[in-house]
């Protein structure tokens, strides 16, 4: 009796707590503030995303390419490969930038060895229970797709929500 008890009892506790982990509950909007410019986007908390820019060990937002085009110009987007290979504008093109911006190595399933070229916003606002502005992180630009349902398109460490909230990372709560 005690096991059968002990087994409905699991199973009740076990299907409350997968109902509270919903796709709602791992969903989240961020507003990305750069040079007089924003963007919102959907953002997906990731709990596996621990990724820090090396110099500052800052953590870092992984957003899709096309998600930061009102941000950052386009034509810096046409030579993202050539700044990645260290050639920082194609020869036909002088035009003058006034971003900064790092490299970001990274290593996941499949690909050991990644960069991805990262940019340090004015701050950026995330719109979880209550809206939080941070500024110590960095935008990691990600050159593909992170889903093919398009319900997100930038993803966000659990790290920077907690920490955040344990070392008064946030500039104001609102």
Do not use: A, H, W
């Amino acid at each position: 009796m005690g096991g059968i008890l002990s087994f409905v009892v699991i199973n009740i506790i076990s299907k409350m707590i997968v109902n509270r982990i919903t796709q709602k509950s791992m969903i989240c909007e961020i507003e990305i503030f750069y040079k007089g410019k924003n963007k919102k986007i959907k953002t997906m908390i990731d709990t596996g995303n621990l990724l820090k820019e090396p110099i500052t060990q800052k953590d870092v937002i992984i957003v899709e390419k096309n998600s930061l085009e009102d941000i950052i110009e386009e034509d810096f987007f046409k030579n993202i490969k050539n700044i990645v290979k260290g050639k920082f504008l194609e020869s036909n093109n002088k035009k003058n930038y006034s971003y900064k911006f790092n490299i970001i190595p990274f290593s996941s399933l499949g690909n050991d060895n990644g960069i991805l070229i990262g940019f340090k916003p004015d701050y950026v606002k995330i719109y979880e229970d209550e809206e939080k502005i941070i500024k110590d992180v960095f935008i990691g630009i990600y050159d593909g797709k992170l889903t093919k349902t398009n319900l997100y398109t930038s993803l966000i460490g659990l790290n920077i929500l907690k920490e955040g909230k344990n070392e008064k990372k946030f500039v104001k709560t609102v």
